[in-house]
């Protein structure tokens, strides 16, 4: 069941299914008796502990850390000093590239990391700490959303301001928030310059 020390990433656009391919995973090893954890960025800058419960009524730990060197360490620490045989990392792209070296180091310890991160950005630009893990990575789960165009499969986010597509010089983040995201493939997603 576990795999020994692997990096696994899962990574692909929003809504392709990534955070549930997480959670499965992690609740197949806890089914496996592995001591697991959670890890997911905060927006804000707490740190905070909390035990998350599963559909099937299984309850493990998640942390939620800051999206910052001093989290990565966090997620170190309590990784070592736990002794965790299994650790799951959440929209891992928010973290500094710090994470990297971390989860690789954990993976030469004998741990089985589980990383899950968006692919590209609005602007089908690579987010730099997910293009270093996936060349480091042991196993890539890569998985598609469906294009809300046309149906094909999706390997882009689309980011719509007031449902027009975002400039590439549009904000990264919109005060007063009028925008959302869609799954598109690249025949579909726009950026205008
Ligand atoms: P991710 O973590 O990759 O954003 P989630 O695991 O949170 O994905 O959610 C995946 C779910 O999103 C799918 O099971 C489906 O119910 C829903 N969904 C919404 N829009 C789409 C879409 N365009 N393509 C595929 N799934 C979608
Ligand atoms: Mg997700």
């Known amino acids: 069941?576990?795999?020994?020390?692997?990096?696994?990433?899962?990574?692909?656009?929003?809504?392709?299914?990534?955070?549930?391919?997480?959670?499965?995973?992690?609740?197949?090893?806890?089914?496996?008796?592995?001591?697991?954890?959670?890890?997911?960025?905060?927006?804000?800058?707490?740190?905070?502990?909390?035990e998350i419960v599963a559909h099937n009524g299984l309850?493990?730990?998640?942390?939620?850390?800051?999206?910052?060197?001093?989290?990565?360490?966090?997620?170190?620490?309590?990784?070592?000093?736990?002794?965790?045989e299994v650790v799951g990392i959440d929209e891992v792209q928010f973290f500094p590239m710090d994470i990297v070296g971390v989860l690789n180091e954990l993976a030469d310890r004998g741990i089985y990391v589980i990383a899950s991160g968006l692919n590209l950005d609005f602007k089908a630009d690579p987010f730099p700490v997910t293009r270093e893990l996936l060349v480091r990575a042991d196993n890539i789960i890569y998985l598609t959303a469906v294009c809300t165009i046309c149906g094909r499969p999706a390997t882009r986010s689309q980011r719509l301001i007031d449902g027009k597509p975002a400039p590439r010089d549009s904000p990264v983040i919109l005060v007063g928030g009028r925008e959302s995201y869609e799954a598109r493939c690249r025949e579909h997603h726009v950026v205008p310059d």
């Open 1 to 50: 069941m576990h795999p020994g020390g692997i990096l696994e990433v899962i990574t692909g656009p929003m809504f392709a299914g990534k955070t549930t391919e997480l959670i499965k995973r992690i609740e197949r090893q806890i089914f496996a008796k592995r001591k697991a954890a959670l890890f997911k960025p905060a927006i804000d800058n707490r740190y905070s502990e909390r």
């Open 59 to 84: 309850r493990y730990e998640a942390f939620v850390v800051p999206a910052t060197v001093e989290g990565v360490e966090k997620i170190r620490e309590i990784t070592l000093e736990g002794n965790y």
